[in-house]
């Protein structure tokens, strides 16, 4: 499969689950621990999916979705939100600002890979926005 993904997301615990599901299942995974510098991978090598956390140092998470989906080069980035967040106010911003979908954590290992590999597909799921 091959297909790529961008981890945005301060927690190393966080990122390292995060890969340890992801890998196995065909993903080249990069990672970065805050918003600028997640930014910048996204805009220097567009990946085909961004996971992205809301709450991050630097730059939060709605910043980066937000020059994300003004860049040419990353508009049609496939995104999908990681939050700790998960009242109905946080889907809603998800969606109105952009977000292909959205994950709370604590997240099931599972429903993240199959989530991921659906989205990198291009097939939205019952956890798409």
Do not use: Y
Not at 3 to 14: A, G, N, Y
Not at 103 to 111: D, I
């Amino acid at each position: 499969m091959n297909k790529r993904v961008l981890v945005v997301e301060d927690s190393q615990v966080i990122q390292r689950l995060v890969e340890v599901c992801l890998r196995p299942a065909g993903f080249e995974v990069t990672l970065a621990s805050d918003g600028p510098s997640g930014l910048n991978a996204a805009l220097s090598d567009p990946p085909d999916l961004v996971i992205l956390d809301v709450g991050l140092p630097g730059m939060d998470g709605w910043e980066v979705l937000s020059h994300i989906r003004a860049d040419e080069r990353t508009r049609d980035v496939t995104v999908l939100v990681l939050t700790a967040h998960a009242q109905e106010e946080t889907r809603e911003k998800a969606d109105r600002d952009g977000a292909d979908a959205f994950l709370t954590k604590p997240f099931r290992p599972n429903e993240l890979r199959a989530t991921a590999l659906e989205l990198a597909e291009g097939v939205r799921t019952a956890q798409t926005i």
